[in-house]
């Protein structure tokens, strides 16, 4: 196959050279407007292109690569004591899968435990393109199945308002664990 980014042959299909060059993570931290934090490595205009492959045939390889080179490092700074969840954003397969989970799949490490479908939204409302007010006033209306009690990082793959993630946030709060913080791909705030 063909190098998405180069054109040149690549066994993957994102070329290791282009994965070097182009892939290497920018982290930054959004702080909502009540504290909680979340964690990009990328900037949107950076990689929309790639993001762009979410619901097509190529978009899980895709995103298996963008998670690998984001998240490796991060995941091995954790040196936690305790078991931490972590919990997909609204993990309903499309195209044959769940991009949320294919992210999760790659943080998972000997103190991070991935719980699939545990948060799922009851309103499949797409913000696309959608304003802040819209996206406020149209809630996801998350539904938490996670366990109680347990510390949560939660994983999606775009943070753009921050309507999603608080929403998330505010549910898995309100069943009585722990959210941490939020890891994101990237971050599509205008800079
Ligand atoms: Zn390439």
Do not use: W
């Not at 979340?38 to 899980?60: E, N, W």
């Not at 939204?121 to 996801?140: I, W």
């Amino acid at each position: 196959m063909r190098c998405l980014l180069c054109q040149n042959f690549s066994f993957t299909v994102i070329c290791n050279s282009c994965q070097k060059l182009f892939l290497q993570p920018y982290q930054t931290i959004r702080v909502l407007h009540d504290g909680f934090k979340v964690y990009s490595f990328y900037r949107y205009g950076d990689i929309a292109v790639l993001l762009k492959t979410k619901h097509t045939h190529i978009g899980a390889a895709v995103y298996r690569i963008l998670a690998k080179n984001a998240m490796q490092a991060f995941k091995e700074r954790f040196d936690f004591d305790v078991a931490v969840d972590i919990i997909p954003v609204d993990d309903i397969p499309k195209s044959g899968y769940a991009h949320t989970a294919i992210l999760a799949n790659v943080l998972a490490s000997k103190y991070l435990q991935p719980y699939y479908g545990s948060l799922r939204a009851q309103n499949d409302v797409s913000y696309s393109a959608k304003t802040l007010h819209y996206r406020q006033t149209n809630p996801r209306d998350f539904m938490y199945s996670g366990k109680r009690n347990e510390n949560v990082i939660l994983v999606d793959d775009i943070i753009t308002t921050g309507t999603t993630i608080n929403e998330a946030k505010n549910e898995i709060l309100k069943c009585g664990a722990k959210p941490l913080f939020a890891v994101t791909l990237a971050d599509a705030r205008e800079l």
